[in-house]
């Protein structure tokens, strides 16, 4: 593989890394509710999300999803209903909580969500079996460009989760107020109930 096409894939991998959505949400919304520990570890889900995938797109499982639209819906359906959960649930808890909220975030339930939502996620798998034949080259030792074609793309997103986990952790401090913090979750869960009908109903 030339430099070039390296490159090439690196500002690809960047652009989409940074673009605002719904891992940039998570992490944000788990700082500001349970603070940094929250946040990576929400962030670290997402990683293992994002590693699952490219795994599977390397042993050509995630073509399944390109090719079969029921398996594609399957997963975009899961995706769905688990972000509207998360939505719901998220407002429930914002309207029912009269007090400070609670720092404490448990690690295994942040690291979940992160996992589920990247897993339940099908654009992820298509986007992986979609740009990594672009950039592989066809020789034996394919297998090992896509790995790390994978490893870039991870990078990339630890270094921007390392971001936002600071700047979530900054925007916490600001907000002293329990009733500021209670909107800020509302605004969150919201827009996961937006991100949840967006998928379901977006199609591919």
């Known amino acids: 593989m030339s430099s070039a096409a390296l490159l090439g894939y690196a500002l690809a991998a960047f652009l989409l890394t940074i673009t605002p959505g719904l891992d940039t949400l998570l992490i944000l919304r788990s700082v500001l509710s ?3 520990r929250a946040g990576f570890a929400v962030g670290m889900g997402i990683t293992a999300g994002c590693v ?3 795994t599977a797109s390397i042993a050509g499982l ?13 997963v975009r359906y899961a995706g769905a209903a688990y972000l509207l959960w998360l939505g719901a649930s998220g407002l429930w808890r914002s309207w029912r909580r009269r007090e400070e909220p609670e720092a404490f975030v448990p690690v295994s339930g942040a690291f979940r969500t992160g996992l589920m939502t990247n897993l339940l996620n099908p654009k992820i798998g298509v986007f992986y ?10 020789s034996s030792a394919s297998a090992a460009w896509a790995a790390l074609l994978v490893a870039i793309h991870v990078g990339l997103g630890l270094l921007w ?4 986990i600071w700047f979530g952790g900054r925007a916490r401090t600001a907000l002293t107020r329990p009733a500021l913090r209670r909107v800020t979750e509302r605004v ?7 991100f949840g009908l967006k998928v379901a109903l977006g199609g591919r």
């Open 161 to 164: 989760q390392a971001g936002l």
């Open 188 to 194: 969150a869960a919201s827009v996961l109930l937006a």
């Open 62 to 74: 995630t073509a399944l999803l390109a090719a079969s639209p029921l398996a594609y819906d399957i």
């Open 52 to 54: 699952v995938w490219g």
């Open 129 to 138: 079996v979609s740009l990594l034949p672009q950039f592989v080259p066809a």
């Open 34 to 36: 349970g603070g940094r």
